[in-house]
Nanobody, 121 residues
Framework: QVHVLESGGGLAQAGGSLRLSCAAS????????MGWYRQASGKQRELVASITSGFTTNYAESVRGRFIISRDNAVNTIWLQMNSLKPDDTAVYYC???????????????WGQGTQVTVSS
């Protein structure tokens, strides 16, 4: 069984910072790309940032230069440091992990339950 568990989030003022954490646990062969997505009320879910097991990162243009994604492969955990927050960053943030359950099998996406981030102006 695989678990993807997020923590962090909450309420911040515009210009402030928050940090999200996400850990993948359970029985599996490997964890490939992990990332953060967000979904604001009435909008589609969008990619915020992702990081491969080789530490290659990808950011949405709207957060580039403000958010930093990092990873520790030893504990299958990623973090999202969110700085210079804006009200537009308000959303439910979801952690995604591409996990390979067995060697030679393709990775499948697993999702966390989501954590609310609210930025007040």
């Amino acid at each position: 069984q695989v678990h993807v568990l997020e923590s962090g989030g909450g309420l911040a003022q515009a210009g402030g910072s928050l940090r999200l954490s996400c850990a993948a646990s359970g029985s599996f062969y490997s964890v490939n790309t992990m990332g953060w997505y967000r979904q604001a009320s009435g909008k589609q879910r969008e990619l915020v940032a992702s990081i491969t097991s080789g530490f290659t990162t990808n950011y949405a243009e709207s957060v580039r230069g403000r958010f930093i994604i990092s990873r520790d492969n030893a504990v299958n955990t990623i973090w999202l440091q969110m700085n210079s927050l804006k009200p537009d960053d308000t959303a439910v943030y979801y952690c995604q992990a591409a996990i390979r359950l067995w060697h030679m099998e393709p990775a499948e996406d697993y999702w966390g339950q989501g954590t609310q981030v609210t930025v007040s102006s």
